[in-house]
């Protein structure tokens, strides 16, 4: 079956620490995007990527790097630069980069940080 | 830049009853998607409307885009159990923009 994976379902770490988050996908898509949600809030981006080796920031960047090496690899590092890293993550993917097209999620990571 | 406002925030309905979310566009609303989110999970596609007056329905779900309103509905028909969760609307921006999802609205179905 073809979706997105996240791994793992629940992360705890310790503040100063920088942590990754994974998220693949065997949609063969070639967008792919990482959103955060806290309660109250809608999705954010954060990042996103249009194709292998490209990405950009999305509307709140700050604290948090990617990388896309690979076609089915889109994985998101929250740094301790990051002042509220506590949060849902979710990775999504879509055919072609562009809100015309329709995205698919991942389970989502839950993020603790003490 | 856009901004979605769902009402209500949420919700408490009984089983069995009818119930309408409604997702408020700032900007002219190009198309919508309708997501639907477990507690702690992913989003599950529901729906996407692309064109005004359109309507779509998924089992006992309908959906309208109202353009001239800048708005759609999320209607619900005899809601179950099954129907609780957090239902977000997303906007399709013109050309290659990003998606902007409304800040959800939060639904319980008490037996």
């Known amino acids: 079956d073809g979706g997105i994976t996240q791994s793992p379902k629940y992360l705890f770490r310790k503040e100063g620490q920088n942590v990754t988050l994974s998220c693949e996908q065997n949609?063969?898509?070639?967008?792919m995007y990482w959103y955060r949600q806290d309660p109250g809030q809608g999705l954010r981006l954060i990042y996103y990527?249009?194709?292998?080796?490209?990405?950009q920031k999305g509307d709140i960047a700050e604290g948090y790097s990617v990388s896309r090496e690979k076609k089915e690899s889109f994985p998101l590092t929250v740094t301790s630069a990051q002042k509220n890293p506590t949060a849902f993550y979710l990775c999504?993917?879509?055919?072609?980069?562009?809100?015309?097209?329709?995205?698919?999620f991942g389970p989502g990571t839950r993020l603790t940080v003490t | 830049s856009q901004e979605l406002e769902q009402s209500p925030q949420s919700l408490i309905v009984q089983e069995g009853k009818n119930l309408t979310i409604n997702c408020t566009s700032s900007?002219?609303?190009?198309?919508l998607y309708w997501y639907k989110q477990k507690y702690g999970e992913g989003l599950i596609f529901l729906m996407m409307?692309?064109?005004?007056?359109e309507e779509k329905s998924h089992e006992k779900i309908t959906a309208k885009l109202d353009e001239k309103k800048q708005q759609s509905s999320l209607h619900i028909t005899a809601s179950q159990p099954s129907h609780a969760g957090i239902y977000l609307c997303?906007?399709?921006?013109?050309?290659?923009?990003?998606?902007?999802f409304g800040t959800g609205t939060r639904l319980l179905v008490s037996p």
């Open positions: 999504a993917s879509s055919i072609i980069w562009g809100s015309s097209y329709e995205q698919y």
């Open positions: 990527s249009q194709i292998v080796n490209d990405f």
């Open positions: 997303g906007a399709v921006g013109t050309g290659f923009q990003k998606l902007v």
């Open positions: 409307l692309q064109k005004g007056g």
């Open positions: 900007k002219t609303l190009y198309g």
């Open positions: 949609l063969n898509h070639d967008a």
